[in-house]
């Protein structure tokens, strides 16, 4: 059986996805587009960045050709896109279902013998970075229009 978890979670999927939703809130709340268009492509660039630079084997059998296993892409495209729609809906109560979801990719990747734990770890926290880093632009958007804001003006 396939891994389906792994097929639907990979990286250029999810930030497909995350630029899809950006664009749904560009005229709307633009500060939430910058949010999800900024974060997971923002992590996804920084594992990919890792993976050039950390040379480690997955965790596959008589595995002699080095391939780019840390961190964990997967692990860090969902952790990066789940918490960031967590946070621009501010629906906290959804983090336990975003908290699943990131545990399922994890497993998927480790059961799967794609990644070890430590891989899947550092990715989840690279995600967790990048979340943070679309919460300070969509506050810096926030700020920037209340300040362009004709209103304000006396």
């Known amino acids: 059986m396939s891994d389906v978890i792994g097929q639907i979670c990979e990286p250029p999927v999810v930030i497909g996805a995350s630029l899809a939703t950006a664009s749904?809130?560009?005229?709307?709340?633009p500060d939430i587009a910058a949010q999800l268009a900024i974060a997971t492509p923002l992590a996804v660039g920084i594992t990919k960045l890792l993976k050039m630079t950390v040379d480690e084997h997955r965790p596959r059998f008589l595995d002699t050709r080095p391939e780019q296993s840390?961190?964990?892409?997967?692990?860090?495209?969902?952790?990066?896109?789940?918490?960031?729609?967590?946070?621009?809906s501010r629906r906290w109560w959804l983090l336990p279902v975003a908290a699943a979801a990131i545990?399922?990719?994890?497993?998927?990747?480790?059961?799967?013998?794609?990644?070890?734990?430590?891989?899947?770890?550092?990715?989840n926290a690279v995600g967790l970075a990048g979340a943070g880093t679309g919460l300070a632009a969509a506050y810096a958007v926030r700020r920037w229009r209340r300040r362009a804001s004709p209103a304000s003006d006396p």
């Open 24 to 29: 749904l809130f560009v005229r709307r709340a």
């Open 70 to 88: 840390f961190p964990s892409g997967h692990a860090t495209a969902i952790t990066a896109y789940t918490l960031s729609a967590v946070a621009a």
């Open 103 to 123: 545990a399922a990719v994890d497993y998927s990747r480790v059961s799967h013998r794609e990644h070890w734990w430590r891989d899947v770890l550092v990715g």
